[in-house]
């Protein structure tokens, strides 16, 4: 995405030294974020363009809750209706329904309105083929898309969908000369899609969701396995003392260094009595 205007876009939002850690992979969770910031951009032009919406007045609309039109309000103009088209309002319904917990995420799926704005939206895509600029950031609105899926297969615990994401992300891996990560995750697909026959109980406790890490019972508590690895490592035996050096003061090496010692203390203690109980 050299060149493309992406980081002069996330510019807006975000701190230029920051856009070079956000890039390179360092700052996960902030790119995260930027790169969902541009996503919902790139969806609202998408949306008003399908619809014949005009963008600038989006933010001067007042919406009426009981009528299917909206109003724009302007105090050097006068008022005036804003027609809203009928599929645009029954989705705001479907929202709002979605929101007060009246239909599920399984329902929203099924929606009639949700299936057509996803026609029009593929329609819309496929219109552009021809325009190479239109093509980057359509392709790149994917990819995105396949983001958000791996993380919704890891929160929710869904492991067919974790595999899908994962052979989805093959050819992009590969386009980017990820060359290990691709021969890593595809031995590692060829032996997770053999799993039912090879070890059909583990195959089972999978699909049950139980290849991520919960920490309590709601939907989208899951972790994932190495990164639950790591924070238990950086909890009982803390970071490297040479880089906290650079990067604390000295008086939080010397807390971290009196926790380990008194962590290390109380696990012979704890071996001590196991072997005197012996």
């Not at 919902?40 to 009981?66: F, G, Q, R, S, V």
């Not at 050097?76 to 329904?97: Q, R, Y």
């Not at 007060?100 to 929606?111: A, Q, R, Y």
């Not at 299936?115 to 329609?123: E, M």
Request: charged share 25%; net charge negative; glycine share 4%.
């Amino acid at each position: 995405m050299n060149n493309t205007g992406l980081s002069e876009l996330l510019e807006s939002v975000y701190a230029p030294a920051a856009m070079v850690h956000m890039l390179s992979g360092k700052a996960i969770s902030r790119a995260i974020r930027g790169h969902f910031l541009v996503y919902t951009a790139l969806a609202l032009l998408m949306i008003t363009e399908i619809y014949e919406i005009d963008i600038n007045i989006l933010d001067k609309i007042h919406w009426d809750d009981k009528e299917n039109t909206a109003h724009e309000v302007d105090d050097n103009e006068s008022e005036h209706g804003v027609n809203i088209p009928d599929e645009v309002t029954e989705l705001l319904h479907v929202i709002d329904k979605l929101l007060d917990g009246s239909i599920s995420v399984t329902e929203l799926g099924e929606n009639n309105a949700v299936k057509t704005l996803k026609k029009r939206i593929q329609a819309f895509k496929d219109s552009f083929g021809q325009n190479r600029t239109a093509k980057l950031w359509i392709e790149y609105m994917n990819m995105i898309d396949l983001l958000r899926q791996f993380i919704t297969a890891e929160r929710s615990g869904h492991w067919l969908l974790h595999l899908k994401s994962l052979q989805q992300m093959l050819p992009y891996l590969a386009a980017s000369g990820h060359n290990l990560y691709v021969k890593s995750a595809h031995v590692y697909l060829q032996d997770m899609l053999e799993l039912e026959q090879t070890h059909p109980n583990l195959d089972a406790a999978f699909k049950s969701g139980l290849h991520v890490v919960r920490r309590s019972d709601r939907f989208w508590c899951g972790l994932s396995t190495d990164l639950v690895i790591e924070q238990k490592h950086q909890v009982h035996r803390g970071f490297n003392t040479r880089q906290r050096l650079n990067r604390n003061s000295k008086s939080s090496v010397v807390t971290e260094h009196a926790t380990l010692c008194r962590n290390e203390s109380n696990y012979a203690k704890t071996n001590r009595c196991k072997l005197s109980n012996q």
